[in-house]
């Protein structure tokens, strides 16, 4: 046998016996991914991840599936992510709603803004100030007076002691120099059932949800609770703009456990920005009455620590 002959009977022989390649093995950039919500199916939040899930999985080459582990206002499926391996595997798509809650629990067994790793911003739902019609205001300063002149005589709807709504409650109380009564409901739904029959007055709550009301003469929008005017909403001014040193974003974002490695959270970070700079995703998110934030992921800590620290605040007077 010549020396060409063997040099290529052994060079076959070595790639039958040969383990596979690398790249043809199962690595951390393509394993299997999942997004866990704390909700749920069938809520915004559990929409947007949806939304992400479907066109991540392709962008990354693998799978990514929503699992939704509602309980305990969230903290359930964001407690499950906190102690997941930090791997980039799991992630959990969080609404900042989930943060008085956890501000609330007297043995909640984590840190939500220890053992979580900001990823990327989704999207924010706007809240707005809304009052039923028999309320003889039309607009801040004349709420502000009513307020003032009638202590206790309005109710305020709320979904939980500390919430966003509670906050907004509290900060136009002390704008007016008058109380409301802060009543707590379980969902919108049974409250949105006493707004419009007039049990309750007074709501901060979801634009998605509110202003389709406000639209059937239902309700009557006074304010945003927003740091800027909504562009759907040029004409309605915000509560700070009215005096009311008062403005909140319920956002809506990706997060990971704690010690995630830096360039998985940029890989991320990056690969979710693109899918929400996509003109259909971005018409999806808008036409569900959401704003779409800030991309990076500093912003996004900083958010969510003025929620955090919010949520404590409130719980202390």
């Not at 629990?105 to 939500?112: C, E, I, N, S």
Request: aromatic letters at 4%; hydrophobic letters at 50%.
């Amino acid at each position: 046998m010549t020396f060409a002959r063997w040099l290529f009977v052994f060079a076959a022989w070595i790639a039958l016996v040969a383990p596979p390649a690398a790249a043809d093995q199962p690595t951390s950039s393509n394993a299997p991914i999942t997004i866990v919500v704390p909700y749920a199916a069938g809520g915004v939040t559990d929409t947007l991840a949806r939304i992400v899930a479907e066109r991540l999985g392709p962008r990354l080459g693998t799978s990514v599936v929503v699992d939704n582990r509602g309980g305990a206002g969230g903290v359930i499926g964001a407690q499950t992510v906190a102690r997941a391996k930090p791997d980039g595997q799991t992630l959990l798509m969080n609404s900042s709603a989930i943060l008085p809650v956890a501000a609330n629990l007297k043995d909640l067994h984590f840190d939500p803004m220890k053992a979580l790793e900001p990823v990327a911003f989704v999207a924010g739902l706007p809240a707005v100030l809304v009052v039923h019609p028999s309320v003889p205001v039309k607009n801040i300063a004349e709420f502000l007076a009513y307020l003032r002149a009638n202590p206790g005589k309005l109710n305020c709807g709320i979904l939980g002691e500390g919430g966003g709504d509670d906050q907004a409650c509290t900060a136009l109380e002390k704008a007016a120099g008058g109380k409301m009564e802060h009543l707590t409901y379980r969902g919108l739904p049974p409250l949105d059932l006493d707004l419009l029959a007039g049990i309750i007055q007074v709501n901060v709550g979801s634009a998605a949800v509110q202003m389709p009301l406000v639209r059937e003469g239902k309700l009557r929008v006074l304010a945003t609770a927003m740091a800027h005017r909504v562009p759907d909403m040029p004409d309605v001014p915000t509560l700070v703009e009215s005096g009311v040193p008062y403005d909140a974003l319920a956002s809506n974002a990706i997060f990971a456990p704690a010690g995630t490695p830096p360039e998985t959270v940029a890989r991320l970070n990056k690969e979710i920005a693109t899918i929400l700079a996509e003109p259909e995703v971005r018409a999806r998110i808008e036409a569900l009455g959401l704003l779409l934030g800030p991309s990076d992921v500093e912003s996004l800590r900083a958010l969510f620590q003025r929620d955090w620290d919010r949520a404590q605040a409130a719980l202390k007077h």
